[in-house]
C-alpha cells in the first residue's frame, strides 16, 4: 500500500475513534496510539526510506497535512470533553442560594448574669449606678474598715480564703463602700454585683458566689428610707403582691441593721421545706451606715447618713426560676441552662 493511501487509512481510521471518545484519558491513549513516538504516523513514515528522493517532499507535505488533521480533530476533542467536564462539575457542586441556610444557635445570658441584669435595672430606676471593685482585698478593705476588727467574732462567720500575702479573697461586696467613700464626697448611691468567696459548699453554699451590694449616702438619709428602696425592690422582683418583712439583725458595719424575708415564694407562705416551715425567706442584709465607718473613710458621721445593703444573688436566682442546687449553676450542663 502506498505511503498516502496508509496516511488516509490512518486518518479514517482515527476519526470515528476521536469523534467516539469519551474520556481525556482515552484520548490521549488514542493520541500516542496515532502520533506518538511508536505510534502509527512514526510507523508510517519508516516506509519514507523506500521511496525515491524526488517523490519525498511530497509524501512529507501529505504527513504533515495528516498530522495536522488529526491534532485538530484532537484538540478540538479535548476541549469538549473539559467544557463538559467542568459543566458535570458545576452541576454536582451547585449550591441551591434559595435554600435556608444553616443556622448557629444562638447562646444566651446565664442565669446569675441574668439576675444580675434584672437586679441592676430595678436599682437602676432608682437612681443606683453600678461600681465595681477588686476580688483580691486586703484586711483593711475586707474587715477592719467595715468595722470588723481582728478579734471580731464576726470574722468568724466569714470562712475566710486567706493568701500567702496576708490579702484575702473577698468575703463580701461590702469592701467596695470603702473604694468609692474613700474617692468620692456624698451625695452616693451605687450597687456593686461581683463574685465573693468563702470556705464553704454544700447544696445552698457555694466557695464562690454573687452578691449585690448597695449604698446610699447624703445627709440627712433615713431608715424610712432604706424600708422604701428595699420594699420596692423586692416587689419590684417578686412581684407587686409579695410580702416583705423587716428583722432587727446585727451587722458590723450597720447600725442600726435588718435582715429583710420576702414571704416563702415556693409554698405562698404556707410552710415547705425551702423556708424550714417558717413560711418566710431571708433574702438580704440592711442597716444605717455605721458612724466608724464614715470615720475610717473621712467623712463626719454628723454630716451625713446612709444605709447600705448586701443581696446574695444565687439565693434569688435560685428562689425566681425553681432552681433546687446550687452547683446547678456552675456545672455548665446546657441542658440545665438551655431552660433559661
Ligand atoms: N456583707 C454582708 C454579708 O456578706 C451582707 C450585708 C449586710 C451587706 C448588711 C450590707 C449590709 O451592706 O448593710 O453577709
Known sequence: MSIQSQLDQMVSEASPLI???????????????????KGALTEI?????????????????????????????????KSELETASLAAEMVKNAIDVTLPGVGTPLGHRHPI??????????????????????????DYYNFEALNIPDDHPARDSHDTFYMMSGHVLRTHTSPVQVHVMEREKPPIRIIVPGRVYRRDADASHSPAFHQIEGLLVDEKVTFAELKG??????????????????????????????????????????????????????????????????????????????????????????????IPSIKLLTD????????F
Not at 19 to 37: M, N, P, T, Y
Not at 258 to 266: H, P
Not at 289 to 309: C, L
Request: contains cysteine; proline residues 3%.
Open 19 to 37: 469523534a467516539g471518545c469519551a474520556s481525556l484519558v482515552e484520548l490521549e491513549d488514542i493520541r500516542l496510539q496515532f502520533l506518538g513516538k
Open 45 to 77: 513514515l519508516k516506509g519514507l526510506a523506500t521511496i525515491d528522493a524526488a517523490e519525498r517532499p511530497a509524501i512529507g507535505m501529505a504527513a504533515n497535512q495528516a498530522k495536522t488533521a488529526l491534532s485538530t480533530l484532537l484538540d478540538d476533542k
Open 113 to 138: 448574669s441574668q439576675t444580675i441584669d434584672e437586679i441592676s435595672q430595678i436599682l437602676g430606676r432608682l437612681g443606683f449606678a453600678v461600681e465595681e471593685g477588686p476580688e483580691i482585698e486586703s
Open 229 to 322: 428602696t428595699l420594699d420596692y425592690f423586692l416587689k419590684a422582683l417578686f412581684g407587686a403582691k409579695q410580702s416583705v418583712r423587716f428583722r432587727p439583725s446585727y451587722f458590723p458595719f450597720t447600725e442600726p441593721s435588718c435582715e429583710v424575708d420576702v414571704a416563702c415564694v415556693l409554698c405562698q407562705a404556707k410552710g415547705c421545706a425551702v423556708c424550714k416551715h417558717t413560711g418566710w425567706l431571708e433574702i438580704l442584709g440592711a442597716g444605717m451606715v455605721n458612724r466608724n465607718v464614715f470615720r475610717k473613710v473621712g467623712y463626719d458621721p454628723d454630716q451625713v447618713t446612709g444605709f447600705a445593703f448586701g443581696v446574695g444573688v444565687e439565693r434569688i436566682a435560685m428562689l425566681k426560676l425553681g
Open 332 to 339: 455548665n450542663d446546657l441542658r440545665f441552662l438551655k431552660q
